[in-house]
């Protein structure tokens, strides 16, 4: 046998010959090529395009990359390896097979597949197959590896699901400790605030935040964190809002801890005039979206045992079950102003962020008539925290989406909110809410898949002005990337997320930023085993 290879390196031609050549004769005699040097150069080749694409399966299959097969990612990665393409049928003999759906002869042809290069490479060497046989045995050992990462990340979403939606048994046993000592410790009942601070809790001239939470250490952590970094304590009123399973312990942690000389008040939801008058929108709308969810989505294993979807979708739609996304603390900011009448603003802050600065600037911030100031989220320095737009939460494939919104216009963050609660009632934002959510529910969840954002995204579309980024730092709750210097920098940091820093999922390095707020000596955070790390 000759192999023939023109001097441009353009054209391979195999011609008979009688024996075994050791040495491979050139046209232009100027060069000597081993056989062996040939074939182990294209077998070097072809495993340099497995080898990027075993790296690059991963994010593959997470969609960030347009090219989901093999042979089309050889394609675009083989010509800049090799500066040109053979014009040869043993590359294309290559493509087809890597392109093309394997066939029964392919599946049957190769009974076990390697799980290593190693393994692989071995194999090679001693066989010495022909292209197409080379190609089928590559296909099936990454088509192997791509089906164990797919199965690999779906398993990492839904342990990271159960992980996040549990109530950590440390938490569990602060809430009954508090519950029981409010029921014991006159103390721990004692009226918040008191009645010599009661006028302050609907004058303006203060600085009023609210925090929505039945998360008793988180709260903690977002009252203290106020206080602690504000230059004026004596003119903060905060005012936390719980549920009424949670508010026995909530009431006697602020009782028993108290924040002087700021001013707190502990309300459940059933102490509001306004919530038990008629019918409460939120309520209604919770139940209705319950009932949905639960007929559509059919539980987390019937999620993850689907076999065609994009691990990223399926971890959306775990999260989707998530308790905080039916939660009424998670939708009630949308009636601010029917529950504080008497208020012309107010911050709110969600319970898991932690303030680092003071924030009574807020209170300058000129929102232009605005309802809502906010931080914007598709413009910074981390493109993957700060490139959300309106296409990353709404479907813009729906027909009632692509007709009123622009998928390109950028999205904005909640968690840290100016909101100016006299503009605010000159609008008809709650009902827009509203709407918006029975439209979704008719639709059977198809407008948006979870949480409190989208609604709000279209509800208070047109009402809100973008403020500083330095207030509002995202993204700590799902990613480990933003370092200790660049969160210390920021005025308000937000753990949105899974990795919550009260459970064990947080990122290490940066749950110090939360845990620096709470006094591991106390004793009721000792006899629940709450520690640092």
């Not at 182990?40 to 997470?62: E, K, P, Q």
């Not at 006299?422 to 008809?428: C, G, L, Y």
Request: positive net charge; hydrophobic residues 40%; contains cysteine.
């Amino acid at each position: 046998m000759q192999l023939h290879i023109s001097p441009s390196l353009r054209h391979v031609t195999v011609l008979p010959a009688k024996g075994f050549r050791e040495f491979i004769k050139v046209k232009n005699g100027s060069r000597k090529l081993s056989y062996r040097m040939v074939f182990y150069s294209l077998l070097l080749v072809t495993f340099l395009l497995r080898f990027v694409f075993v790296l690059t399966a991963v994010d593959t299959i997470d969609g960030e990359r347009k090219c989901s097969t093999i042979g089309c990612l050889g394609k675009k990665l083989g010509p800049r390896i090799l500066g040109r393409r053979f014009e040869t049928d043993v590359p294309e003999v290559i493509y087809q097979v890597l392109e093309n759906p394997a066939d029964q002869n392919e599946k049957q042809s190769e009974p076990e597949i390697h799980q290593t290069l190693e393994d692989f490479i071995a194999q090679m060497k001693e066989e010495r197959p022909d292209a197409k046989t080379f190609a089928i045995k590559l296909k099936s050992m990454v088509t192997f590896l791509e089906q164990k990462t797919r199965t690999a990340k779906i398993q990492e979403y839904l342990y990271r699901h159960v992980a996040s939606s549990s109530i950590p048994k440390q938490l569990h046993c602060l809430t009954l400790k508090l519950a029981n000592e409010y029921s014991t410790n006159a103390k721990a009942r004692l009226k918040l605030p008191s009645a010599n601070y009661v006028p302050a809790l609907v004058d303006n001239s203060f600085f009023h935040f609210v925090l929505a939470s039945d998360n008793v250490l988180a709260a903690s952590v977002v009252a203290s964190s106020l206080v602690h970094n504000s230059l004026h304590p004596e003119s903060i009123v905060l005012h936390v809002i719980t549920d009424g399973k949670t508010y026995a312990p909530m009431h006697a942690w602020f009782s028993l801890h108290p924040l002087k000389p700021a001013v707190v008040e502990v309300k459940a939801l059933t102490h509001f005039d306004w919530f038990t008058k008629g019918k409460v929108p939120v309520l209604e709308a919770m139940e209705k979206d319950q009932n949905v969810r639960s007929r559509f989505r059919g539980g987390s294993n019937a999620i993850v045992a689907n076999s065609t979807e994009n691990p990223r979708t399926i971890a959306a739609k775990l999260q989707a079950l998530s308790p905080k996304y039916n939660s009424v603390m998670n939708h009630i900011r949308i009636h601010l102003p029917e529950l504080f009448p008497s208020l012309e603003k107010v911050v709110f802050l969600d319970d898991d962020i932690v303030v680092q600065t003071d924030l009574s600037p807020l209170w300058e911030v000129d929102l232009n008539g605005k309802v809502n100031g906010a931080v914007e989220t598709c413009r910074g320095e981390d493109k993957f925290v700060m490139s959300k737009r309106l296409k990353s939460y709404l479907n813009f494939s729906h027909p009632l989406i692509s007709k009123n919104f622009n998928p390109k216009e950028c999205a904005w963050a909640y968690g840290m909110n100016i909101f100016d609660l006299e503009a605010w009632r000159r609008t008809n934002i709650s009902h827009t809410y509203y709407y918006w959510i029975e439209e979704n529910l008719k639709s059977d969840l198809s407008l948006w898949q979870l949480g409190t954002l989208p609604p709000g995204l279209i509800a208070f579309h047109g009402h809100v002005q973008i403020i500083d980024p330095f207030w509002h730092m995202l993204g700590l709750g799902y990613q480990d990337n933003t370092t200790i210097e660049d969160a210390q920098s920021a005025g308000v940091i937000h753990f949105n997320g899974r990795a919550k820093p009260w459970l064990d999922i947080a990122f290490p390095q940066l749950r110090p930023l939360w845990t620096k707020y709470l006094d591991f000596s106390d004793r009721f955070l000792k006899s629940c085993h709450i520690r640092a790390n």
